[in-house]
T-cell receptor, first 109, second 111 residues
Framework: GQQLNQSPQSMFIQEGEDVSMNCTSS?????WLWYKQDPGEGPVLLIA?????ELTSNGRLTAQFGITRKDSFLNISASIPSDVGIYFC?????????FGKGTTLSVSS | SAVISQKPSRDICQRGTSLTIQCQVD?????MFWYRQQPGQSLTLIATANQGSEATYESGFVIDKFPISRPNLTFSTLTVSNMSPEDSSIYLC????????FGPGTRLTVL
């Protein structure tokens, strides 16, 4: 099935650094979502984006819905150790969610 | 958002057997879904669980292998039938009111 291109695949950063990850698709989506998955848990919704060009923040997280509706990025500012995990983008068209392959974030203190 | 629980949280099964996974939401949701997450991979939608009618399956997934029930707006089951080691995965239930939110998953290992 269709997948989103999510990059980078993994990141190793120092505590306090900013992080950026993005997703692109060849198809248009009506909604973009970003999830975080901790080991042994299900994905937890971080940010949902509903309109092209929308820029939304949730604490240290900022995400944008691309103008073309085919891409989105997620920024994390001033990373902390608990930011460690796998971040997934997901595009939604009608009801189905299509997930990116994930970005594994490691933060060293 | 509502809270989703799944049972069992994990299981180890013999090939050829079947396992039924339960998903309970603490409030009514419009849509419920089942996903599979193979080891180290992303999530893939198996099917949409429709209340009181047959589930809608995605390409590559069939009812005989993954029968699904949804008797009401807060409960659904997924059965993994005639299991093989390739079915070893995390199976995740999700519910949707506005956005989709997920249960903790069921970690299945098939020997």
């Amino acid at each position: 099935g269709q997948q989103l291109n999510q990059s980078p695949q993994s990141m190793f950063i120092q505590e306090g650094e900013d992080v950026s990850m993005n997703c692109t698709s060849s198809s248009i989506f009506n909604t973009w979502l970003w999830y975080k998955q901790d080991p042994g848990e299900g994905p937890v919704l971080l940010i949902a984006l509903y309109k092209a060009g929308e820029l939304t923040s949730n604490g240290r997280l900022t995400a944008q819905f691309g103008i073309t509706r085919k891409d989105s990025f997620l920024n994390i500012s001033a990373s902390i150790p608990s930011d460690v995990g796998i971040y997934f983008c997901a595009g939604q068209r009608r009801t189905a969610l299509i997930f990116g392959k994930g970005t594994t974030l490691s933060v060293s203190s | 958002s509502a809270v989703i629980s799944q049972k069992p949280s994990r299981d180890i099964c013999q090939r050829g057997t079947s396992l039924t996974i339960q998903c309970q939401v603490d409030s009514q949701v419009t849509m419920m879904f089942w996903y599979r997450q193979q080891p180290g991979q992303s999530l893939t939608l198996i099917a949409t669980a429709n209340q009181g009618s047959e589930a809608t399956y995605e390409s590559g997934f069939v009812i005989d292998k993954f029968p699904i029930s949804r008797p009401n707006l807060t409960f659904s089951t997924l059965t993994v039938s005639n299991m093989s080691p390739e079915d070893s995965s995390i199976y995740l239930c999700s519910g949707q009111v506005n956005e989709q939110f997920f249960g903790p998953g069921t970690r299945l290992t098939v020997l």
